[in-house]
Nanobody
Framework: QVQLVESGGGSVQAGGSLRLSCAVS????????MAWFRQAPGKEREGVAAIDSDGSTNYADSVKGRFTISKDNAKNTLYLQMNSLKPEDTAMYYC???????????????????????????WGQGTQVTISS
């Protein structure tokens, strides 16, 4: 059974930092694309960052230079380091793993661009990030 469990969310002031973690079990995430998405109230889910099995990364333009996605294969954990946070970063953040049907078909960069996270088939429960001005 695949499980993705996020942690590390919280409330900080603008300009602050947070580090999100996603513990992965029941899934060979070493060989696939993993990503972070977020969804604010009343808005569509959007991709934040993705990392492929070779370590290559993709970022949404809105977070480039501020957020860093990484993974620790030994710990089966995905991370999102978020710096210089802004009020518009407020959202529920989810980690996700590539949909099984797309393995070997979509690379990570392409899967990341599918609207509303449609390229990803496994999701965590989310962790709330709230940034105050």
């Amino acid at each position: 059974q695949v499980q993705l469990v996020e942690s590390g969310g919280g409330s900080v002031q603008a300009g602050g930092s947070l580090r999100l973690s996603c513990a992965v079990s029941g899934y060979t995430y070493r060989s696939t694309c993993m990503a972070w998405f977020r969804q604010a109230p009343g808005k569509e889910r959007e991709g934040v960052a993705a990392i492929d099995s070779d370590g290559s990364t993709n970022y949404a333009d809105s977070v480039k230079g501020r957020f860093t996605i990484s993974k620790d294969n030994a710990k089966n954990t995905l991370y999102l380091q978020m710096n210089s946070l802004k009020p518009e970063d407020t959202a529920m953040y989810y980690c996700a793993a590539l949909r099984d049907s797309l393995r070997g078909i979509y690379n990570c960069a392409r899967a990341f661009t599918v609207p509303a996270g449609g390229g990803f088939g496994y999701w965590g429960q989310g962790t709330q990030v709230t940034i105050s001005s």
